[in-house]
């Protein structure tokens, strides 16, 4: 078993975990699993997946701040939802940006799997910044990301990895009935005052 692969995993759940508890602490486990599972599926040539932790670093500073500035305003991470209108247009340009992508990695690469490893990293490119914007939402997409992700790192001879994703399966229905607990309690407050 790859260490990089297993530490990566650890902090993935806890990442995960706290950000279903809304903890601003998911932002460095997240930072952490994240440049190491870069390093893994780099080397099993998932190059979509691979840019896409590295651009997980980056979504997680932003979130850290955006996360960090709402606690301070109101005393906790506040909850959520996308208009019916913002929805149509997320799913478009992830339809747009999969096509693209999936189309330039299967062209100019080597790529393993290029258009579902493109869906996946579109997809969790969507999640992760609605994640950081504080959106219900993202919890919904993230199952469907894990529900993608298990049977690729399976196919890809990544045992722990696929494991890793049926953790976060859990957590993200976890996740989202936390968030949708907390945005429900928020809409009771402002309607009660």
């Known amino acids: 078993m790859n260490p990089a692969e297993t530490i990566a995993t650890v902090l993935g759940i806890a990442c995960v975990a706290l950000a279903a508890v ?3 602490w998911t932002f460095p486990a997240a930072i952490g699993s994240v440049t190491l599972l870069g390093i893994v599926v780099w080397d099993a040539r998932l190059y979509s997946d691979a840019l896409l932790q590295g651009f997980f670093v980056l979504a997680n500073l932003y979130g850290w701040r955006n996360w ?27 339809t747009m940006v999969t096509l ?16 579902w490893d493109a869906a996946i990293a579109a997809a969790s490119v ?20 894990d529900l993608a992700s298990v049977p690729l790192y399976l196919v890809k001879g990544l ?33 009660a005052a």
């Open 22 to 24: 809304r903890s601003v």
């Open 68 to 94: 960090t500035r709402a606690a301070t305003r109101v005393g906790e991470v506040p909850v959520e939802r996308m208009t019916a209108r913002s929805r149509v247009r997320w799913a478009a340009v992830v």
């Open 100 to 115: 693209g992508w999936g189309g330039a990695m299967h062209a100019w690469t080597d790529a393993s799997w290029p258009w």
């Open 126 to 145: 969507a999640a992760q910044l609605l994640m950081a914007r504080r959106k219900l939402e993202n919890w919904l997409l993230w199952v469907a990301i």
């Open 159 to 191: 045992p722990m990895l696929a494991l890793l994703y049926l953790v976060y399966l859990a957590l993200a229905l976890w996740g989202w009935l936390g968030w949708l607990a907390a945005e429900r309690g928020v809409v009771r407050t402002a309607v």
